[in-house]
């Protein structure tokens, strides 16, 4: 009995170290190879982050001023190639296109509101003296400009506009309205006081260069003018000249109450 509980125990012990030889796992300790360390201290090889710089957009006070930052270097060159008073171009433009805001310009890239007549491009249908007339359609605001300022040249009516000096915006803006450009009545001087507003006779003054001459001023016994100096509202001018505001703002074709320093209002008609 005792030989049989040995040899069992016997058995067993050995059992466990047979299996205890088949499990044991050799642990080998890989050396990095010299490539991977090269790599590691190598930093140049590992590419730094760019730095990302941000460019804040321009702020504009109003639609106007951004037309006219947009616009006005294409209006003078229209007026190096073809005598157009850059003034009474970029004038147009707001008056017309609603300083780009305007279906037309918005639909057809059409900005001087010019109708079909003749033309064999691309059309829009819009609202005007009639219902549905047929407007021009651009691919792009630029070819608009280009295409105003060969209205204007090829056309007899327009003619003596080209007679009158580059400086004198006040004669273009009438003579266009007496040429038929626009039936409005009061065209003319919505025009003068675009241009007065926001000074658009010095982007005429940067083409010309020392050809520039300052054009001459309405008289007053003509027509009686006020210089807004600092601190005038059109209020306290309508209170001065005991006239409204709204007449100030139908006379002058002013769509708000804003003004700017040396802008000349009409202050009768």
């Known amino acids: 009995m005792n030989k049989d509980i040995k040899k069992i125990g016997f058995i067993l012990v050995l059992g466990c170290l047979l299996f205890s030889c088949r499990t044991k796992k050799t642990v080998v300790t890989k050396k990095p190879s010299k490539r991977t360390i090269e790599q590691v201290e190598n ?5 730094e982050p760019k730095e990302v710089v941000i460019i804040p957009s321009k702020v504009y006070a109003n639609a106007t001023e951004k037309y006219i930052d947009m616009y006005s270097e294409i209006a003078q060159n229209e007026m ?4 157009i008073p850059a003034s009474i171009t970029l004038a147009q433009g707001i008056l ?3 300083s ?7 639909k057809a890239n059409n900005h001087f509101g010019i109708k079909c007549h003749g033309w064999t491009g691309a059309e829009i249908y819009h609202d005007d003296d009639k219902a549905q007339e047929c407007f021009r359609k651009y691919k792009d605001a630029k070819y608009s400009f280009r295409d105003h300022s060969l209205f204007l040249t090829d056309r007899k009516r327009y003619t003596n ?3 009158l000096k580059k400086e004198d915006y006040r004669g273009w803006a009438k003579g266009l309205k007496a040429a038929g450009y626009a039936t409005d009545r009061k065209y003319p001087q919505k025009l003068i006081s675009l241009i007065e507003r926001y000074q658009l006779y010095n982007f005429d003054k940067e083409v010309l260069g020392d050809s520039y001459t300052q054009p001459n001023k309405p008289t007053r016994s003509d027509t009686a003018i006020y210089k807004v100096v600092k601190g005038d509202t059109l209020y306290s001018i309508s209170k001065k000249y005991d ?6 703002q139908r006379l002058n074709g002013l769509s708000d109450t804003s003004l700017s320093i040396g802008q000349e209002l009409q202050i009768k008609p």
């Open 80 to 83: 190096q190639l073809y005598h």
């Open 161 to 163: 506009l080209f007679k």
């Open 100 to 106: 780009g805001n305007g279906r037309l310009s918005v």
């Open 96 to 98: 017309e296109s609603g």
């Open 243 to 248: 006239v409204t505001v709204k007449e100030l």
């Open 43 to 47: 930093k140049s090889d590992i590419e």
